[in-house]
């Protein structure tokens, strides 16, 4: 059974910012990198930034500076710290795995807009 379960997004204005939350369930999620992805209308799926259980997380160059991932492995959550948000960050924001499996939640949209 794999489950996830993405909240926290909104209607923001630029420079503002937001926290997402992820709650999964699976036991493939927690032996494993987790991470956020977003899509924008149009656009292909892109990785935002993914952690391991343990170490440092990476960051795509486009919110390097700006978004912080967090893990609490035994709460099976996941989060996105985001600061400083453009317009061009807005996108349903995704949780998954990484190299992500096949299932997908339903995602939290995230709009930057004034």
């Known amino acids: 059974q794999v489950q996830l379960v993405e909240s926290g997004g909104g209607l923001v204005q630029p420079g503002g910012s937001l926290r997402l939350s992820c709650a999964y369930s699976?036991?493939?999620?927690?032996?494993?990198?987790m991470g956020w992805y977003r899509q924008a209308p149009g656009k292909q799926r892109e990785l935002v930034a993914r952690?391991?259980?343990?170490?440092?997380?990476n960051y795509a160059d486009f919110v390097k500076g700006r978004f912080t991932i967090s893990r609490e492995i035994a709460k099976n959550a996941v989060y996105l710290q985001m600061n400083s948000l453009n317009p061009e960050d807005t996108a349903v924001y995704y949780c998954n795995s990484f190299p992500p499996a096949d299932y997908w939640g339903q995602g939290t949209q995230v709009t930057v807009s004034s």
């Open positions: 952690a391991p259980r343990i170490g440092r997380a």
């Open positions: 699976g036991s493939i999620f927690s032996y494993n990198i």
